[in-house]
């Protein structure tokens, strides 16, 4: 099983300088075992928001996991073709942007997420199951045990 993770833009912000172990140990870990989750929508918001940042950024880990092969990348033909109930899919746009994050974590092996924004992480941690699995979110790495646990 791939152990793959989705990283919120307003989380890779703290890969810049991650004086807090807590993000350096989340870098060892996408490094040696883990797989970033990625879409074009999140590549895009991941660019724009680290032009001209260079070092340990969230786009020189990308660069990194890319040639190690260790980038699950959910296309958009696959979040197009997820489809939600009416019901759902009403409260589901309201988190905008959000949206298409949201159905790329449901499409990732482990459906497991680190958020910053409280109601995009409710709306993961709420959202019914998918695939039989469970979505989690949290707002900081050592909330999860994003290293060992399996679905």
Request: hydrophobic share 35%.
């Amino acid at each position: 099983m791939i152990k793959d993770l989705f990283v919120d833009n307003n989380i890779a912000k703290n890969f810049k300088n991650p004086a807090d172990p807590e993000y350096e140990r989340l870098i060892k870990w996408l490094y040696e075992d883990g797989h970033l989750v990625l879409t074009q929508k999140l590549l895009k918001e991941y660019h724009d928001s680290n032009r001209g940042n260079y070092g340990q950024s969230i786009l020189s880990i990308i660069a990194r996991l890319t040639k190690e092969e260790c980038i699950v990348m959910i296309s958009n033909e696959q979040l197009e073709g997820l489809r939600f109930s009416k019901t759902t899919d009403k409260k589901c746009l309201k988190l905008n942007k959000d949206y298409w994050h949201l159905k790329a974590i449901l499409l990732s092996n482990r459906k497991m997420a680190i958020i910053i924004d409280k109601a995009f992480r409710d709306a993961v941690n709420c959202h019914p199951k998918h695939a039989g699995i469970q979505s989690r979110a949290v707002a900081r790495p050592e909330e999860i045990d994003y290293e060992n646990l399996t679905v």
